[in-house]
């Protein structure tokens, strides 16, 4: 049989109180077989790097957006206010979108910190008019900010002409997951 071993703090002058809950059903804490610290609550800047602090998810808009010829539009957005300027931001970001009016149109999938690229995913092809694709890339941010941070997925398109493409339908999706540093 093990034994529990409460030990004060040399130095401390403060009390430690384990306090049964206000219940009429009994509870069992058993701790992991490790040494370290248990941590039930607190504030972010407690928990380790490499957890998720908060998680903001946006799915695609109900409406539409379309583009004819080449450049970048705005498919989703959505923002997050990291705690701690060591703190990173993972962007995952899927947009499907379908080419209109003709073939051979070139897209790309975006992301970006405001007005600033990120990332790109590579060139799709949609070969035929109203074919389909769905396109995805991430990106580890470091905002090294504690304000209001938004983030976009755009889809971009290389090729020029005057067939166009179509995004949205709900098929389109942002994530965001604040990383402690």
Same mark, same amino acid.
């Given at each position: 049989? %093990?034994? !529990?071993?409460?030990? @004060?703090?040399? +130095?401390? &002058? ?6 049964? /809950?206000? =219940? ?38 109900? %409406?539409? !957006?379309?583009?004819? @010829?080449?450049? +970048?539009? &705005? ?6 206010? /990291?705690? =701690? ?57 470091? /905002? ?38």
């Amino acid at each position: 049989m %093990s034994n !529990v071993v409460i030990q @004060g703090d040399a +130095s401390g &002058t403060g009390n430690f109180t384990i306090a049964a /809950p206000n =219940s009429n059903t009994d509870r069992t804490l058993t701790l992991p077989d490790v040494a370290g610290t248990v941590l039930t609550s607190g504030s972010n800047a407690d928990f380790p790097a490499g957890s998720v602090l908060q998680v903001v998810h946006v799915d695609g808009p109900a %409406s539409t !957006v379309s583009k004819t @010829g080449a450049g +970048s539009l &705005t498919v989703l957005s959505a923002a997050i206010t /990291p705690s =701690s300027t060591s703190n990173k931001v993972l962007v995952l970001g899927t947009a499907y979108a379908v080419g209109v009016g003709g073939s051979n149109t070139w897209l790309q999938i975006e992301i970006l910190r405001g007005a600033t690229t990120l990332r790109s995913g590579p060139y799709q092809g949609i070969s035929l008019a109203n074919q389909g694709a769905a396109l995805a890339t991430n990106h580890l941010d470091s /905002p090294s900010t504690t304000s209001e941070t938004t983030y976009h997925v755009n889809i971009a398109r290389g090729s020029s002409g005057t067939n166009g493409w179509d995004a949205g339908a709900s098929r389109s999706s942002i994530t965001l997951m604040e990383i402690a540093g």
